[in-house]
């Protein structure tokens, strides 16, 4: 895997930290300024399935599953046991000629037209940052839920942007803001388009025109300070250049969401994500010290980033989560790592999940956690295994005397047992320590090391699993994934409610089949635990199968709001889950929300409606 | 020392963490009830001084001075070269039979009386949990500022609660605020009563009658969760007691403000307080898991506490330095930790504070981080020295024999040298390791180990300073505190200006004698510091003494901004610190403030106005 792209995986710093430089009262800030990010010319994404151009999974001419291109770990390698394995976790003769064939791109609706406005626009904008095309308008109306990927391909999304914009500076956006609020027209931010909660989506009622605006163009990291480790970062930057930008200075933001190579800081903002390696860097709101934010009534900046305060109530603290409800995010100060001495992955396979999942509350109730630790249910280290490229030589080897050892001589059963991955990163000793004690908690619940090469594929197939969604739907098989978050003393009764819960629904409903839901535990924390699940059928032969396959999500929403879990831990509401949030708010909380939207955007200009329903349509 | 009490030194745990509880699907979370706070009868708190009533610093017959009483390991201990020092430093012959001699308690402001507002809170509560008695009202009308302070003795608070309520439960905190909406009368929640931003004081302009809501009575422990590692605690729990109460059970809440003693875990939240231990276990937003607040339009309230969220903007984040504004903090779930296996204190002296703030800076940067780390600068060490008992015995020989070396071998100047303490928590291999590491550094910087016991007596010293104040203020001294944080590079700038603008300041107005100005860097992030000043002078002869003294405060306060500082790091905006908010915040910043208020309190209940002006009153 030495000549592949590795998005989420940082270099290695050859020392721990930047030399140290001595302060003194004499200091002028010194601040470095990058030059734009390194493109590249194949990274073409997209529009009608997720991710890069030049990956996708396809059925080779001998029948066999392989992730073209170059990009990935898996990428370029024959998957012979995927097809297998799925026809047998589904129950179903998959024929890999049996493809639901779709046109793309299909007809989109007209769109609304508000001349003055559009004047307006070109005012502030050279032409080349305005778009009417129906193809770009389309992009910019959706996410990367099931629904809106299944919409795009073999139905039609009702209501679309009716223009995109680009800005490429704050006094853009801010004028943008100013002609929206003048000519009443409605904005939605876009950053990387990879919402899964139809946060994208423009509300079917809007009767207004709707400009997305398009922060990709507003990608540059502003200045790196290294003394102060601060990096202030407009908010279309990209997660991959991000990190290869500060790579360059021996910094790391320590944000590696699954969607790191697409999604933006900004959006990461909105929709308060979480990365992999948060228990050792934090989540978005602990590794943002500053957000410039252009709302109806002026910008949210400030002239200094400080490490804490205590200065009143913060706005900036309701960015997160905003979801695009109270204006756009420009840009962000946020706080820098060094990049780590070393980084180590490892992997240990447990008897079954109960067991696992004690072990990974052993490690936060101990104060142990590595910078990731994720947990895979029995049905994914299936996946994971089934996802194995023919490959030969001396990993297979390994590979087959590590399965005999698990299954022979320790009496690990393939149907119960559970891997969990591992990746440690700091300085040296400190690493080397903490994988002794994290292992030696592991072997108190049974584990067994299964080194490190099992677990970086583990952790990099995050990146390549994205693909499969996609993939599947050509063959009939709705896909998604979700996630919560939950109390330790709740967290299995929830995996296992949910899963029964999904197997009943679908059941019901005479659908083809079994489904497959499977889970993982990811991030992880003293009070609690995020799970992350993954749910797929086939829906041959069935109708409205998007209408169904929501039916039984919501069904195993309901199951996780039940056993206590959180309704998101970090996909954010949105559209999709909005109908829950009376389930989890009180109604003054859900008042206070709607009144200070009220109060801060009276107009609704900032109207894609996410996670609350103002009433300021109603009030108009 | 063995029989003091430590407020804020925890019980050490003798395992590690509790005995690991196995997780099962069966689990029902295994909630303790405690029991009421134990609370000891000499715990009576002065009214027109700081602290505990049977501590106060004085000066015996023999002319020396003392801490009365038996409560910090101060008290009891003559203090012979305190005077002479404060002699020294200020320039000044303070002569100990001079006193300001003061009446207390002086004459309030009459009652403004709503009939109806207090026959509703006479159906609410029974009698006892309502006074109206004018020491009560006044003592509920302020906090600990030095201008507070000498106007109890000297003066006269303008304005004052008309009425102080003591809510039992939840319930009557919803009554007192339908009642307050109804009646159109004001509320000001009170927690511990040791503001230092005049929070507490009543607006001088309010018309209305004004009820102060004492949280006293919500002081429960409501349930300890030992696998979730949570706790539900009442807001008007008092931080000694939280310690105390939740040790008994090997848990730790981890937060230790200065003001620990007295201070609730409602105005910790309100306050957006930081505790001197945050390095390791983070300021008060990090530690609080979900809040409930009683707010003008019901009650914000969650089923359910989760680890981590992304469910929308979430109104609980603005209640965070809310300063009373938006709504009285009823109970707060927040996060265990288990006590620490080891406690250790240690202290490094270092040549100069710029060697010593190089030192906090590459320990922030290298993430070896105690507990807590704590810089005084020379002239505060000299304070610690000039605080040290007439004692004899090993302590004081170990202490001639380090005095020796750090000025005769090598080279330390008793006029630039500083000290830092330490205080280590956590696992007894781990804190053994980051000592080693941590003096490693320091000598790096040319540090000295000046031994634990020097380390513990500089942390513990902090309660028993307290009490200067108010001593200082009978011999015609003023003095105060005031905190900022800022970045590294800036740190050592600001700390040499401010310094220098109050040296210019005192000296341009002719006052008596020096002014005693110094600080310390206490809490450490990895992008800067907090830091901690001290002024003090004399006002023997100064006409409008406070006045001179917030003057030359303000102009502290200007050259902190001037050199990038917070306007606060964590004792908040109040009333004091008000007129500087547009110098911090944007326009657009502070009117989304100022919208928000009106949106969500139109008729301005919670008026004590704090850190913005609502407009309300003129709209109203």
Redesign the interface.
């Known amino acids: 895997m030495t000549n592949r792209r590795h998005f989420a995986d940082k270099k290695v710093a050859a020392h721990?930290?930047?030399q140290?430089q001595?302060?003194?009262?004499?200091?002028?800030?010194?601040r470095i300024v990058p030059g734009r990010a390194r493109t590249h010319d194949e990274d073409v994404e997209s529009l009608d399935v997720w991710g890069f151009n030049d990956s996708k999974f396809e059925v080779n001419d001998k029948g066999v599953v392989a992730l073209a291109g170059s990009r990935y770990d898996l990428s370029g390698e024959e998957l012979p046991a995927l097809l297998p394995w799925i026809r047998q976790v589904l129950s179903l003769p998959i024929d890999p000629k049996d493809i639901h064939p779709y046109d793309f791109p299909r007809t989109v609706p007209e769109p609304v037209l508000n001349d003055a406005f559009i004047a307006a626009l070109k005012d502030i904008l050279p032409e080349e940052q305005i778009s009417q095309k129906a193809e770009t308008r389309q992009r910019h109306g959706h996410g990367h839920t099931l629904e809106e990927m299944y919409a795009i391909k073999y139905g039609q999304l009702s209501r679309i942007p009716d223009v995109v914009v680009y800005p490429s500076e704050e006094n853009q956006v801010s004028e943008i803001v100013k002609a929206a609020k003048k000519y009443n027209a409605c904005l939605i931010p876009f950053g990387g388009g990879t919402s899964v909660t139809e946060a994208l989506q423009c509300p079917k009622t809007e009767r207004r025109m709707i400009a997305s605006v398009d922060m990709r163009r507003m990608n540059r990291i502003e200045w790196i300070?290294p003394?102060?480790?601060?990096a202030c970062i407009q908010a279309g930057a990209v997660g991959r250049h991000i990190v290869e930008q500060l790579a360059d200075y021996g910094f790391s933001m320590g944000h590696e969401p699954d969607s790191i190579e697409f999604s933006t800081l900004g959006g990461w903002i909105a929709?308060?994500?979480?990365g992999m390696k948060k228990n050792k860097y934090g989540?978005i709101e602990d590794l943002v010290?500053d957000v410039t934010v252009v709302?109806a009534?002026?910008?949210?900046?400030?002239?200094?980033?400080?490490?804490?305060?205590?200065?009143?109530?913060?706005?900036?603290?309701?960015v997160?989560?905003?979801?695009g409800?109270?204006g756009i995010v420009t840009s962000a100060i946020v706080?820098?790592?060094?990049l780590p001495e070393v980084q180590r992955y490892g992997s240990i396979l447990f008897k079954n999940f109960?067991l696992g999942?004690?072990f990974m509350?052993?490690l936060s109730?101990?104060?142990l956690l590595p910078a990731s630790v994720r947990l895979m249910d029995n049905l994914q280290f299936q996946f994971g295994q089934a996802l194995k490229p023919r490959s030969v030589g001396w990993r297979s080897y390994k590979s087959k005397l590590e399965k005999y050892y698990a299954l022979n001589l320790r009496g690990f059963d393939p149907d119960k047992m559970v891997a969990c991955t591992l990746v440690f990163e700091?300085?040296a000793e400190d690493v080397k320590?903490q994988e002794a004690m994290v292992y030696k908690i592991g072997a108190q619940y049974g584990g067994m090391k299964a080194g490190g090469s099992n677990g970086e594929r583990g952790y990099q197939l995050t990146f390549g699993i994205a693909y499969v969604r996609d993939f599947v739907m050509n063959h009939y098989i709705l896909a998604e994934s979700f996630e919560t978050?939950?109390?330790?003393?709740?967290?299995?009764?929830l995996c296992?409610n949910v899963k029964q819960r999904v197997m009943t629904e679908h059941a019901e409903r005479n659908l083809p089949g079994r489904p497959f839901i499977t889970c993982r535990a990811t991030?992880v924390?003293?009070?609690?635990?995020?799970i992350y699940f993954y749910l797929a059928f086939s829906y041959k032969g069935v109708d409205n199968p998007t209408q169904v396959f929501n039916e039984i999500e919501v069904a195993a929403r309901e199951e996780i709001l039940n056993c206590?879990?959180?309704?998101?831990?970090?996909?954010?509401?949105g559209k999709l889950r909005k109908r829950f949030?009376p389930n989890?708010?009180?109604?003054?909380?859900l008042?206070?929300?709607r009144?200070?939207k009220?109060?801060?955007d009276p107009n609704n200009i900032f109207g894609c409606e996410?996670?609350?329903t103002t009433g300021v349509e109603a009030e108009n």
């Open positions: 721990c930290s930047a140290h001595t302060l003194s009262e004499n200091d002028t800030p010194a300070d003394v102060n480790r601060m929709t308060n994500a979480s989540n010290l709302t009534f002026g910008t949210l900046e400030r002239d200094v980033a400080l490490p804490r305060e205590s200065v009143g109530t913060d706005p900036r603290q309701a997160f989560g905003s979801e409800n109270l706080k820098l790592f060094p109960e999942m004690n509350h052993a109730q101990q104060h700091g300085r320590a978050s939950v109390s330790w003393s709740q967290a299995l009764l296992q991030q924390y003293d009070t609690g635990v995020c206590g879990g959180a309704l998101s831990h970090h996909h954010g509401v949030m989890v708010m009180s109604d003054a909380t008042d206070w929300n009144k200070t009220h109060a801060l996410n996670h609350l």
